[in-house]
Structures are given as C-alpha cells and as structure tokens.
C-alpha cells in the first residue's frame, strides 16, 4: 500500500490463521446500504465464521454480522445478510476455478476502510486438520517459552 492511501482497520477474523492454512490474498470491495456503513464506522463488525461463496458468475460475503445502526430506526438493515463482493469478472474466473479443487474456501481475513471506501480482504485457504493445530499450538508455546528463557537470562 503506498504512503497517500488511508486505511483503517474495522475488524479482523483472529480464527482464520488457526484454522485455514491461508495460500493467497486479495482485495475486493463490497456492496452495503447507508446504515452498514455508519455501523461499520462505530466497528460493530464479527467476522468469524464468515465466508465467501460463488453464485451465477457473482461473489458473496456469507454469515459476515454487521450490528444493526443505533440512529437508523426502520431503515436498519439484516445484520446477516448476504452481501455482494466487487472484483473483477477475470478474478472471479480465477477463484471459481481455484475454490472448485478439493478442499479450497474463500474466508474474509479483514474489514477495513481506504480512502472512504469499505474493503475485504479475502483469502484462498485450505482448512486444517486437528493435527495440524496442535502442531501450530505446540510451535506456538515453544516460542513462547524461548521468549520467556531469552528476558531471563538478560536480566
């Protein structure tokens, strides 16, 4: 991202890097009414257990919850709707080709703001099995206890 683009983190799906193993990334922009967007600027947004999926040719967020707007009364909006993803018709042609091989999903890494607009970005991951958590957990707690050793033996 260069320096003049202004981005700003609404939220972010934590689980996703412990239960996809993430093999690539991309931007892609998305369809919301009025009082999406003003929820979205107080970041009431929950992605967990998001996903994207492909219908008739076009991109969809999934299960994506976005709080009802406080100040919008009747026309407030299903907080989980599904909502139409923007990219390009040569990069849905991609994606169809890739999620159609075994085991591919498409998971929303992170919401976020640039330049006014809201964005997605979504990943192309496998998922893990139990072994490989535990693998990831292990490692974790290896670091983790190195880190530890390391600060110890500074002091």
Do not use: T, W
């Amino acid at each position: 991202m260069s320096a003049k683009e202004n981005v700003k983190i609404i939220c972010k799906n934590r689980k996703a890097g412990y239960n996809f193993h993430i093999e690539d990334s991309f931007e892609a922009g998305i369809a919301l009414i009025g009082s999406e967007v003003k929820s979205l600027r107080q970041g009431k947004a929950n992605l967990s257990d998001s996903y994207a999926k492909i219908l008739k040719g076009e991109l969809f967020l999934v299960d994506a919850n976005i709080a009802p707007y406080d100040q919008a009364n009747r026309q407030n909006h299903n907080p989980l709707r599904e909502r139409k993803l923007l990219l390009h018709k040569s990069e849905i042609k991609k994606l169809i080709g890739k999620v159609a091989e075994k085991g591919f999903s498409l998971i929303p890494l992170k919401l976020y703001f640039k330049n006014g607009k809201v964005k997605v970005e979504l990943a192309l991951a496998k998922g893990k099995r139990a072994y490989d958590k535990r693998e990831a957990i292990r490692k974790k707690d290896e670091r983790r206890e190195l880190e530890r050793l390391i600060k110890f033996r500074q002091r």
